[in-house]
Structures are given as C-alpha cells and as structure tokens.
C-alpha cells in the first residue's frame, strides 16, 4: 500500500491548501511591501541629497565659496573642481578625498548612484554646476558639487527582508488558525449527523439527525437525511407488516394443502383423484398469490419502460375487452397522455373494470377528464358502494371486505394493493372518491411534458 501523504480530514485538508495559498499571496505582498520600502527610502534619500547640492549650489557667490551648512541626513558635501580638487567641503568631508569620480555631463547635470568602498556605502547626488554659473565663478571651468549621506540601515542590512518575512510567517499561521476554527465551526453539524446516523440501526429507525437552522448546504442535507431516513422507516414499517401478512396469507394455503395431501395417505379408500385436484387447485391459488406479491415487489422499484400512453384510447381497448359482462361505457372529451410502463396502466385499467363489474347492477361508466393540470379515469359502478371507513383499507395487500369474499372466495386482496402501487410509482395516486350511488375509483397521473 501506498503512504497517505494528504491528511484524510476534510478540516485538516482544507487548512494546509488555505495556508500554502494565503504563505504564497503573502509572499507576494511581503515582495511587494519590501520593493515600496526600498524604493521610498532611497526616493527620500536622493531627493535630500538633490536639494542639499542644489541648495549650496545657489549659494555660492564667490570662487571659493564657504563651508555649507549641512542636516542631519546629508552630512557630507564637496565642491570638486575639474581636477578632482576638492575645493570645498563640509565639516563631516573635510580631509577626505573627492567622494566620487562621477562627473555627470552636461545634457543630464544630476545623477544619482549608490557609491561602497572600503566597507561603507553612500547615497549620493553628483550635481555638475551650470555652465553660466560656472563661467561667472571659475571663468567656464567644470566643478562639480557631491552631497552624500550614509545608506539607511534598512537598506544597508537585511533587517526589513527578516522583518517582512516574520510578518508573513505569522500572517500565514494566523490565516491558517482562524481557517481551522472556521472549517471546524462548519462541519461540526456534519461530525453530529455522522455521530447520530452511526447510532441508527435496522431495528431502530425512529432517530434523526440534528437539523441546524438556516437554509444553506449542510440544513438542506440534514433535511434530506432525514426525510430519507423517514422514507426509509415507513417502508422498514410497510415490509414489516407486508412479511407479517405474507406469512400470514401463506400459512392457510399451505397449511390447506398439506391438509388434503395427508388425507390422501391416511385414507387410501378415499377418492384419491379427487383430493389430488384439491390440492392442485391450493397449489395454484397459492402459486397466483405469490405472483402477485412478486407483481407488487417489482412495482414498487418503479416502472421498467416508459412510454406516451393515451390514456382514452387504453380505457376504450381495456372496456372492449370486458365483453361478455355489465356494460362499460368510456367518456373522454380529449385524447390525454401521460408518460408511464402501458403494460402496468393497463392492468390498473382492467383491475379497476373488473371489480366494478362485478359490484355494478346495470353497468359501469369509465370518464376521462383533464383536472388541475392532471389527467384523471374515473371507474363508476351503481353497486352498494363502499363505506367511508374502508375507503383507505382497501388498498391494504390481502384486505377484502365481506362483500368481496361471497362475490370472489379465491381472490388474494392484493389487486388493489398492485393498483395504487402502479399509480404511486407514476407519481399519481389512486383513491375512491364520494359518489351519490356506487363506488368511484379515481386514478390521477401527472401529463406528459409537451414536445418541442
């Protein structure tokens, strides 16, 4: 295996880049304040030099003028004559040879450079005296006037480079310290959603993860969490009570057939082909719940292809196969199509027309209408109808009223079950809806999204 090099905390990740990022920028700041500084000390330097030279240069009556008057910060002054005489000088260059041999020309009369020698650096301003000045003084012969003062100690050592780079050193680790605090702050509502979901577990999904306040990133995750763990009880819940009454359901059958096979031993005299065809019949009746159960566990992963589907010409294919039968009569002002797996619409379609017939006295009236921007079939029966507080149970797997039981003993009560599982994965439901004779089963499906 490979060494980590990066640390694996997002936190931890997160400072170091923020830290190398903010050590360059500063970086490049620290450059930047330490060129100004350079720049503006040596400007302020060369610029007092310029006006002591200037300054005596003015005051200069006679061909051997008086010693200057200096500052603080321009000690050394000399008048130097072509020769490289000194002619005269300060109190602070008296005795000293010429400061510089740099002897500016006439088209640029002050120069500046920064002169070393002997371990000693000098800024200094050679000024090369005019030439009316110089023909009223010296008869037109070239004297040069030199003002120096020693190199500052922030240019002459390294001390403001150190002091820059301490600044950015600490500019860095105070960046990197507030951005740890920060990313801390920030993912501390993940570290307890974390903490929370590790405590959840199959048989207890009643907890949920704390939900901060606000509306950013980490809240809309917290509510997404918890809404999916809420899905994700209720269908624990829903698998729950649908094994219970799959163990259930299965248990009678099974128990049925064992029954008349055990018979068939036992009581050899008895008619053996007779009891055979019993049990061939509990093996099929057990054999068509299974399907269907199977039917409604892959419904509920939602529908496999999907497809336009008219949802009038399917109620009119689905009517004309319920011949033989009460009739059925199918309205529909226009053709509505919804997007949805034809093959599971269609059997919702025949489901709903089977149960009405078999309720109906004199027929069953099959609508299809456009409501709030849906597309709804009613299935309409003049039967006994079916009472307020049964209207959700119904929908429940192996839930069968009375009535349903004397008109169909060998039904599962999983058909309408199978139902609204096809119309909940449509996203549309399936409900029964207050009729003043009968029942009326309502399917709403959303529209499909116009083309173009």
């Given at each position: 295996?490979?060494?980590?090099?990066?640390?694996?905390?997002?936190?931890?990740?997160?400072?170091?880049?923020?830290?190398?990022?903010?050590?360059?920028?500063?970086?490049?700041?620290?450059?930047?304040?330490?060129?100004?500084?350079?720049?503006?000390?040596?400007?302020?330097?060369?610029r007092?030099?310029?006006r002591?030279?200037?300054?005596?240069?003015?005051s200069?009556?006679?061909?051997?003028?008086?010693?200057?008057?200096?500052?603080?910060?321009?000690?050394y002054?000399?008048?130097?004559?072509?020769?490289?005489?000194?002619?005269?000088?300060?109190?602070?260059?008296?005795g000293?040879?010429?400061?510089?041999?740099?002897?500016?020309?006439?088209?640029?009369?002050?120069?500046?450079?920064?002169?070393?020698?002997?371990?000693?650096?000098?800024?200094l301003?050679?000024?090369?005296?005019?030439?009316?000045?110089?023909?009223?003084?010296?008869?037109?012969?070239?004297?040069?006037?030199?003002?120096?003062?020693?190199r500052?100690?922030?240019?002459?050592?390294?001390?403001l480079?150190?002091?820059?780079?301490?600044?950015?050193l600490?500019a860095?680790?105070?960046?990197?310290?507030?951005?740890?605090?920060?990313?801390?702050?920030?993912?501390?509502?993940?570290?307890?959603?974390?903490a929370?979901?590790?405590?959840?577990?199959?048989?207890?999904?009643?907890?949920r993860?704390?939900q901060?306040?606000?509306?950013?990133?980490?809240?809309?995750?917290?509510?997404?969490?918890?809404?999916?763990?809420?899905?994700?009880?209720?269908?624990?819940?829903?698998?729950?009570r649908?094994?219970?009454m799959?163990?259930?359901?299965?248990?009678r059958?099974?128990?049925?057939?064992?029954?008349?096979?055990?018979?068939?031993?036992?009581?050899?005299?008895?008619?053996?082909?007779?009891?055979?065809?019993?049990?061939l019949?509990?093996?099929?009746?057990?054999?068509?719940?299974?399907?269907?159960?199977?039917?409604?566990?892959?419904?509920?992963?939602?529908?496999?292809?999907?497809?336009?589907?008219?949802?009038?010409?399917?109620a009119?294919?689905?009517?004309?196969?319920?011949?033989?039968?009460?009739?059925?009569q199918?309205?529909?002002?226009?053709?509505?199509?919804?997007?949805?797996?034809?093959?599971?619409?269609?059997?919702?379609?025949?489901?709903?027309?089977?149960?009405?017939?078999?309720?109906?006295?004199?027929?069953?009236?099959?609508?299809?209408?456009?409501?709030?921007?849906?597309?709804?079939?009613?299935?309409q029966?003049?039967?006994?109808?079916?009472a307020?507080?049964?209207?959700?149970?119904?929908?429940?797997?192996?839930?069968?009223?009375?009535?349903?039981?004397?008109?169909?003993?060998?039904?599962?009560?999983?058909?309408?079950?199978?139902?609204?599982?096809?119309?909940?994965?449509?996203?549309?439901?399936?409900?029964?809806e207050?009729?003043?004779?009968?029942?009326?089963?309502?399917?709403?499906?959303?529209?499909?999204?116009?083309?173009?």
């Amino acid at each position: 295996m490979r060494p980590r090099l990066a640390p694996s905390s997002i936190r931890a990740r997160f400072t170091l880049a923020m830290t190398g990022v903010s050590l360059l920028v500063y970086a490049v700041i620290g450059v930047g304040v330490d060129t100004a500084v350079h720049n503006r000390i040596e400007r302020d330097a060369f610029r007092d030099t310029q006006r002591a030279a200037t300054e005596w240069i003015g005051s200069m009556r006679s061909p051997t003028p008086p010693q200057p008057i200096t500052s603080a910060r321009v000690p050394y002054l000399q008048l130097v004559d072509a020769n490289g005489s000194v002619v005269s000088a300060s109190r602070a260059a008296s005795g000293l040879p010429a400061l510089s041999t740099l002897r500016p020309p006439d088209d640029d009369r002050i120069q500046s450079v920064v002169q070393c020698a002997n371990g000693r650096c000098l800024m200094l301003t050679a000024s090369r005296v005019s030439p009316q000045e110089a023909a009223q003084l010296w008869g037109g012969q070239t004297h040069i006037v030199y003002a120096a003062m020693p190199r500052p100690v922030l240019l002459a050592t390294h001390r403001l480079e150190a002091l820059v780079a301490v600044c950015v050193l600490v500019a860095a680790l105070l960046t990197a310290w507030v951005t740890w605090s920060l990313v801390g702050r920030t993912l501390r509502p993940v570290e307890a959603m974390r903490a929370q979901i590790a405590e959840i577990t199959i048989s207890d999904l009643s907890l949920r993860v704390p939900q901060p306040s606000g509306d950013d990133e980490i809240a809309r995750l917290a509510r997404t969490a918890n809404q999916t763990l809420a899905r994700l009880q209720d269908a624990m819940e829903r698998q729950r009570r649908f094994g219970s009454m799959v163990s259930h359901e299965l248990r009678r059958p099974l128990t049925g057939l064992r029954t008349q096979l055990e018979e068939v031993l036992l009581f050899p005299e008895a008619d053996a082909r007779r009891g055979v065809r019993d049990a061939l019949a509990t093996a099929e009746r057990l054999q068509a719940i299974i399907e269907e159960m199977l039917m409604l566990a892959r419904i509920s992963t939602g529908p496999r292809a999907v497809e336009p589907v008219g949802l009038a010409a399917l109620a009119r294919e689905e009517a004309a196969r319920r011949g033989g039968g009460p009739p059925v009569q199918v309205s529909a002002d226009e053709e509505l199509t919804v997007t949805g797996n034809r093959v599971q619409l269609a059997g919702v379609l025949a489901n709903l027309l089977v149960n009405a017939q078999r309720h109906t006295r004199t027929g069953v009236q099959v609508t299809v209408r456009r409501a709030d921007g849906d597309a709804t079939v009613a299935v309409q029966d003049d039967g006994d109808g079916i009472a307020p507080g049964d209207r959700e149970r119904i929908f429940e797997p192996f839930t069968r009223l009375t009535e349903g039981r004397r008109r169909e003993p060998g039904g599962s009560g999983l058909g309408l079950a199978i139902c609204r599982a096809v119309a909940e994965t449509h996203n549309g439901t399936l409900y029964v809806e207050d009729s003043p004779r009968g029942a009326r089963f309502v399917l709403r499906l959303p529209l499909a999204a116009p083309h173009g």
